[in-house]
């Protein structure tokens, strides 16, 4: 493949910008990789949001086939995969092939995975039941050093829960993500997989996004700080949000307001830790 391109909304599209990627070996520019803009990147989230509620109510049964369907298309490209990595990366083929199969391994691993619910009490005349939700869309900001092999630490296991995701890889290493991207694209709904690049200028955007809903970020320690620093913000502007929302909701003085809440009754010795999961339960 000599044309590279990102992936959003189900599309290999090229980028508004941009960028050489060098083979380490030689010093040499290795291919014009295609760079996202701002723009795109609020595209690519978008489309993940659009995607997420029919993904999110897709059974876990269809999610976990499709996972595995990704690791046989990986298998079947494992050299062209390989090759494009050690050339763009450095890494000797034997090691970059090892890589590559050891994505597969993961996806299979993870696509055999269920979601079961867990029960947190079951005393004769009360059950409780707790069970996983998706979040939504999730941003995954992957290094340089294990592209692929750090891709599927994240990717399946994501998709397995009934998120969607926008996946950005190292400015250093794209090549290979954008040709799983080309690889997988046909097999998940549009817009459930997103693949866009960057130099190094987007993941401030993507920290701080008001529709993602998690980050998973492999990376330095001095990066990582930002992107905590930046969810802690973006965390108390959702709840300033909250709050403004809960005012505007707020009845006109001097009118009746009536409550209804039903809430499990919790027993006195019920752990707080396990009282905290009221709103996600069943009884």
């Not at 995607?51 to 595995?68: D, M």
């Not at 909250?242 to 009118?255: F, K, L, S, V, W």
């Amino acid at each position: 493949m000599s044309d590279y391109n990102l992936l959003i909304d189900g599309k290999m599209i090229p980028g508004d910008l941009t960028m050489p990627v060098l083979n380490p070996a030689t010093e040499e520019v290795l291919a014009q990789c295609p760079r996202a803009s701002k723009d795109q990147l609020d595209k690519a989230v978008a489309a993940a949001k659009a995607a997420f509620p029919a993904w999110a109510a897709t059974p876990i049964e269809q999610r976990r086939a499709l996972v595995v369907k990704m690791a046989e298309a990986i298998e079947a490209n494992t050299s062209e995969l390989a090759r494009l990595l050690t050339s763009e990366q450095g890494k000797p083929l034997a090691d970059a092939t090892g890589e590559v199969m050891g994505m597969a391994g993961f996806f299979r691993y993870l696509g055999s995975l269920e979601l079961p619910m867990r029960v947190i009490e079951n005393s004769g005349d009360r059950r409780v039941e707790a069970y996983r939700r998706p979040l939504g869309v999730v941003g995954a900001i992957i290094p340089w050093n294990y592209p692929l092999l750090i891709l599927s630490f994240k990717l399946p296991s994501a998709l397995l829960a009934g998120n969607t995701l926008v996946v950005k890889p190292a400015p250093t290493t794209p090549l290979s993500t954008l040709l799983f991207a080309e690889i997988v694209k046909d097999i998940l709904p549009k817009g459930v997989l997103n693949v866009i690049t960057d130099a190094n200028d987007l993941g401030d955007a993507m920290t701080k996004h008001p529709d993602i809903r998690k980050i998973s970020f492999t990376g330095s320690s001095a990066t990582g700080q930002k992107v905590i620093d930046a969810e802690a913000h973006h965390a108390g502007t959702r709840r300033q949000r909250r709050r403004h929302r809960a005012r505007r909701r707020r009845p006109e003085e001097g009118r009746t307001r009536h409550f209804r809440r039903r809430v499990p009754e919790f027993g006195p010795g019920l752990p707080r830790h396990q009282a905290a999961l009221r709103p996600r339960v069943r009884v």
